[in-house]
């Protein structure tokens, strides 16, 4: 048996330069200007993996950057092999996610929602209609979801379908729900698991019908005793932990992936993905919520005739494999096509995710009720089904939702009272567009030279221009309304 080879020097320095880029924010400013994905640092780090599993002969690679040491294992199925091969041994340890700067964020520990305990689509369909009639009504002028009001009204529905009606107005459960996941692998995190069960446990000692805590409560869907890679062993609080992974995997996947499939499907998507699964599908293995994640490994074990030592730390990276043209995986397979062999998008499990299984049920869900009446558009940013981004961060997402399939307002304003309104709405997005801006210039990133300094003073510089625009649009509406 051997130990798996090290990747040659240049690979380690291209891959840590291009993590290292994300922490100045100007490093690849003119490569994405002119649309070269391949300069820019997501697509180095994805060029250095591809490499990897192109000339590992489909074995896994120790790669050494700033950050650390990784096991990168080859393509996403072996990442799944190894990982289910250290699961099964009971060698790893919670996992913490690993964003594209280098940088560790905690995540919620995996717990398993026994199957029985998830609600049915019948059980669905009411209080999520019900809650995105709600969103929807808050659209603006030209139809568009605020980013504020879609993730405070989706958190609401992920709170309402996991832990009950009683929870849905419970916007610090939800806060107390981040900051454990936050504190997962520190000194602070029992602490805060204990401030989370306590919010939690009112929610399963009356539970609302219908909801994942009283499919908990009624003791009909029994915890599963086994331990499991990053699980909380059985014990006092077990069911508050299964509660609290469920809410965890639900609101990111109400609030991130099913504003992406809106996007994806209100961009025409690719030819050969269809309906709200497909949407979700596409979202989830473009744009995974835990894009890397870091599997530490307590004990050895034995992969495919490779000793895996103690103290290694195993990278999973399904958001930097690298796609073709045609839209496949490193390993051949559709990207839109769900894998249910490998872990979860959602969580940061070695193995598969009932909770995370569910999530996307109701993303799927949400998808579908908002697009049976409504057709999506996505406004910006640009996106066309050929060319699909590296990233699509949710925030910066403009989706409008046209009743009836009707276009956005601004196809058939007519009269100086509609040109009020749509320029009202256009002061709002330029008022956005200037703290934005103004937030970004505030990024501790641009300290530190000459060229940092410039570009910041360019980001207030168009800042001031946008709230000045603001200003004379909303003279100019004020002048139409009259």
């Known amino acids: 048996m051997t130990t798996p080879a090290p990747a040659r020097p240049l690979e ?14 100007w490093a690849d400013a003119p490569a994405r200007a002119l649309g070269l994905d391949a300069l820019t640092r997501e697509g180095a780090a994805r060029a250095v993996l591809a490499h990897l599993c192109r000339t590992g002969s489909g074995r896994a690679v120790r790669l050494r950057t700033p950050f650390g040491s990784f096991l990168v294992p080859p393509g996403p199925a072996g990442t799944a092999g190894l990982l289910a091969e250290g699961a099964a041994a009971d060698a790893l340890a919670p996992a913490v996610r690993l964003d594209a700067a280098g940088r560790r964020h905690g995540l919620h520990p995996h717990v398993p929602l026994p199957p029985d305990a998830a609600p049915g689509a019948d059980a669905l369909a009411g209080p999520l209609a019900e809650e995105l009639e709600r969103v929807a009504g808050a659209r603006g002028d030209d139809d568009v979801l605020p980013w504020e009001t879609w993730r405070s009204g989706l958190l609401r529905v992920a709170r309402r379908v996991v832990a009950g009606t009683a929870a849905a107005d419970d916007t610090l459960l939800s806060e107390v729900l981040a900051r454990a996941a936050a504190a997962a692998g520190s000194r602070a995190y029992d602490g805060r698991a204990a401030a989370l069960h306590r919010r939690l446990a009112p929610y399963l000692a009356d539970p609302d019908p219908g909801s994942v805590a009283a499919g908990l409560a009624r003791g009909t869907a029994a915890v599963p005793a086994a331990r499991t890679e990053g699980a909380v062993p059985p014990g006092e609080g077990r069911r508050e932990d299964v509660l609290a992974h469920t809410l965890a995997v639900v609101s990111e996947a109400a609030v991130t992936t099913a504003l992406q499939a809106l996007a994806l499907t209100g961009a025409g998507m690719p030819a050969a993905v269809t309906g709200p699964a ?6 989830l293995d473009r744009f995974p919520p835990v894009e890397a994640a870091v599997h530490p490994v307590r004990t050895r074990f034995v992969w495919e005739g490779f000793i895996v030592e103690a103290g290694t730390e195993v990278l999973a990276a399904p958001a930097w494999l690298p796609r073709d043209a045609g839209g496949e995986d490193a390993d051949g397979h559709p990207g839109g096509a769900p894998r249910h062999d490998r872990p979860s998008p959602l969580c940061g ?18 998808v579908r009720i908002l697009t ?10 640009a996106l066309t089904p050929d060319r699909m981004p590296l990233t699509l961060a949710p925030h910066t997402l403009r989706v409008a939702l046209a009743d009836g399939g009707a276009v956005p307002p601004a196809g058939h304003a007519a009269g100086p009272a509609s040109y009020a309104v749509l320029a009202r709405a256009d002061a709002d997005r330029l008022d956005g567009h200037a703290r934005r801006l103004a937030a970004c210039a505030a990024e501790p990133g641009w300290n530190g030279d000459e060229t940092g300094e410039r570009f910041r003073t360019r980001l207030l510089e168009h800042a001031d221009r946008c709230t000045r625009a603001a200003a004379d649009v909303r003279a100019a509406a004020r002048r139409l309304a009259d």
């Open 372 to 381: 049976a009446t409504a057709r999506p558009a996505l406004l910006s940013p």
């Open 278 to 283: 497909g949407a979700v599908a596409l979202a």
């Open 349 to 366: 499990s070695a193995t598969g995710c009932t909770a995370a299984a569910f999530a996307v049920r109701v993303a799927e869900e949400i």
């Open 12 to 25: 380690n320095a291209v891959f840590g330069a291009a993590m290292l880029a994300h922490r100045l924010p």
